[in-house]
T-cell receptor, first 115, second 109 residues
Framework: GAVVSQHPSWVICKSGTSVKIECRSLDFQATTMFWYRQFPKQSLMLMATSNEGSKATYEQGVEKDKFLINHASLTLSTLTVTSAHPEDSSFYIC???????????FGEGSWLTVV | TQLLEQSPQFLSIQEGENLTVYCNSSSVFSSLQWYRQEPGEGPVLLVTVVTGGEVKKLKRLTFQFGDARKDSSLHITAAQPGDTGLYLCAGAYGNDMRFGAGTRLTVKP
């Protein structure tokens, strides 16, 4: 199947700093990517839909100025958590839509810990 | 926004038992995917169903797509502890994608 890769797989940052997470579709082009947040033992929470060449669409309650999304190319979307706080600590997952079949492939996830 | 209703949300069973997970919507899907996620990892695609009434089997897992393409089910026969995980369905509506809240399955030895 198609491969979606996230980097870094885990990161620890200080409170108040910003951290960037990358999501790449390695063997296909994705005009649409999704970013999710997942707390322990809970399901995925969709944060935003990332569209190549246009602004991201954020879900209700997600601060777009805090979670900056850039979909600069057909194979790369980035999520930047700005002015991170301990409550932003979570598992962040991206997914990419492949082709006309609309199959979603997920990245491996990125653990963010804010201290 | 999660427009797919998944049930049950939690399921704890003994090894060897059978179970069924459901995914329902009031809208018609053009396709639907089932995923399984283990703790600390991203979800892994299990199957994609496209045709109404379609049934796909993956070893002990049987996936069925409703005739009207508004619902789907995942049936596991003789569950094993290795089946433990979060099962997610995701449906395509034209150019949009929606997903269920997930079913957290625990299979006890």
């Amino acid at each position: 199947g198609a491969v979606v890769s996230q980097h870094p797989s885990w990161v620890i940052c200080k409170s108040g700093t910003s951290v960037k997470i990358e999501c790449r579709s390695l063997d296909f082009q994705a005009t649409t990517m999704f970013w999710y947040r997942q707390f322990p033992k809970q399901s995925l929470m969709l944060m935003a839909t990332s569209n190549e060449g246009s602004k991201a669409t954020y879900e209700q309650g997600v601060e777009k100025d805090k979670f900056l999304i850039n979909h600069a190319s057909l194979t790369l979307s980035t999520l930047t958590v700005t002015s991170a706080h301990p409550e932003d600590s979570s598992f962040y997952i991206c997914s990419a839509v492949q082709g006309a079949g609309n199959t979603i492939y997920f990245g491996e996830g990125s653990w963010l810990t804010v201290v | 926004t999660q427009l797919l209703e998944q049930s049950p949300q939690f399921l704890s069973i003994q090894e060897g038992e059978n179970l069924t997970v459901y995914c329902n919507s009031s809208s018609v899907f053009s396709s639907l995917q089932w995923y399984r996620q283990e703790p600390g990892e991203g979800p892994v695609l299990l199957v994609t169903v496209v045709t109404g009434g379609e049934v796909k089997k993956l070893k002990r897992l049987t996936f069925q797509f409703g005739d009207a393409r508004k619902d789907s089910s995942l049936h596991i026969t003789a569950a094993q502890p290795g089946d433990t995980g979060l099962y997610l369905c995701a449906g395509a509506y034209g150019n949009d994608m929606r997903f269920g809240a997930g079913t957290r399955l625990t299979v006890k030895p």
